[in-house]
């Protein structure tokens, strides 16, 4: 005899299908997410002085740092502003506009970068000046 052909179960067996795979590719997704890491920059932004085109390109790197943050494809750990008068460190990332308005100043100093970069060795270094 002649199996009935049932198109209900079908229905529900694909159902079924459907949703353990979808279910398995989210737990694999959210799984992903937590074990493999962010990566986590230190930022330094030297603010000696350059010209307003150079800091619009300083700025706009940081921009795409900074989004970069958002997205979580990377941490901003630590954004620290370097200028002749010292240090400035934030916990937080500064917006990209409060970076663009940011004033640069004072002379540029190679013994200061020296400095900085033995200091913050794994820091990446947004400047106009190199």
């Given at each position: 005899?002649r199996?009935q052909?049932n198109?209900?179960?079908l229905?529900?067996?694909?159902l ?13 997704g ?7 890491p962010r ?17 619009q ?5 940081y921009?795409d740092l900074y ?11 630590l954004?620290?502003l370097?200028?002749p ?5 934030l ?6 506009q409060?970076?663009?308005q ?7 100093d190679?013994?200061?970068r020296?400095?900085?970069q ?5 820091a990446?270094i ?5």
């Amino acid at each position: 005899m002649r199996e009935q052909y049932n198109p209900m179960a079908l229905n529900s067996a694909l159902l079924k299908t459907l949703g353990a795979g979808g279910l398995s590719f989210l737990i694999t997704g959210l799984l992903l997410h937590w074990v493999i890491p962010r990566p986590e920059v230190t930022l330094l932004i030297d603010r000696s002085y350059c010209s307003e085109a150079e800091w619009q390109r300083v700025a706009a790197a940081y921009s795409d740092l900074y989004h970069q943050h958002q997205r979580r494809q990377l941490r901003l750990k630590l954004v620290v502003l370097a200028s002749p008068l010292g240090l400035e460190h934030l916990s937080e990332p500064p917006s990209p506009q409060t970076v663009q308005q940011l004033s640069s100043y004072g002379r540029f100093d190679q013994n200061q970068r020296a400095t900085l970069q033995s200091t913050f060795s794994t820091a990446e270094i947004l400047s106009c000046h190199f």
